[in-house]
């Protein structure tokens, strides 16, 4: 479904971590190369704070536990969610800063979420499950918005834990790891139509987030500066 003919696309699987990457040149080296260092960090620290793998609420790390972890928990914190409610956006944000050491322009897809340091202007599209929105409109994002992070959390799509049952909930944010802490935040609140103006004061509360899009069903329900347009 991606349409970027300028940018070279390419994957990277490691375990449970797959992603999609565009980039001025293929860089599955680089970027493999950096999930298993990432996961490798992770893998080890949860092996003596376990604790940081299963809370689902905001959660302390101490000053000497490493970036991403920090960078997690914060999310988690900002958002009062567990840490691993970020781990997919941390990744993708690490992942995108190293390849920028070689690519002017880069996009780091893993499971919806996203970061992104793009020099044209990108459509993203929405996929909202049976939502008569699905794949009917998408967020412009300007190059001068990047870099930063776009992340989806979704109650009726995917295999991600939600609490909720938003078809989607979309999250834009200067951190990525905040992006998708706070996406499935502002999910696990969204049950029916109702929720929606709920969600959105949510997202106005967790600092740091700079838009939100949430739909369910034929209801639509935005706030912050975001374009939305038709595809």
Request: charged letters at 25%; aromatic letters at 4%.
């Amino acid at each position: 479904m991606v349409k970027a003919d300028d940018l070279v696309k390419f994957s990277v699987l490691e375990k449970e971590t797959d992603l999609l990457i565009l980039a001025d040149k293929n860089l599955h080296k680089e970027a493999l190369e950096t999930v298993i260092k990432l996961r490798a960090v992770l893998e080890a620290y949860i092996i003596k704070d376990e604790k940081f793998l299963k809370t689902l609420r905001p959660y302390w790390v101490g000053l000497r536990a490493p970036k991403i972890v920090k960078e997690m928990a914060w999310a988690g914190r900002r958002a009062r969610v567990g840490p691993m409610a970020a781990v997919a956006g941390a990744i993708a944000e690490h992942v995108g800063k190293e390849l920028l050491r070689h690519t002017r322009e880069v996009i780091v897809e893993n499971g919806g979420d996203i970061f992104m340091k793009i020099k044209k202007p990108r459509k993203i599209a929405i996929h909202a499950g049976s939502s008569p929105f699905s794949e009917k409109i998408a967020i412009e994002v300007e190059p001068d918005q990047t870099p930063f992070g776009i992340c989806t959390s979704a109650g009726t799509v995917g295999h991600s834990l939600s609490l909720g049952n938003a078809d989607a909930v979309v999250v834009m944010s200067k951190s990525t790891a905040l992006a998708d802490a706070a996406a499935t935040a502002i999910g696990n609140v969204i049950q029916s139509i109702n929720d929606i103006e709920g969600g959105l004061n949510l997202a106005k509360r967790i600092k740091g987030v700079k838009s939100v899009l949430i739909i369910k069903e034929d209801h639509i329900g935005a706030w912050g500066k975001m374009k939305i347009v038709a595809i």
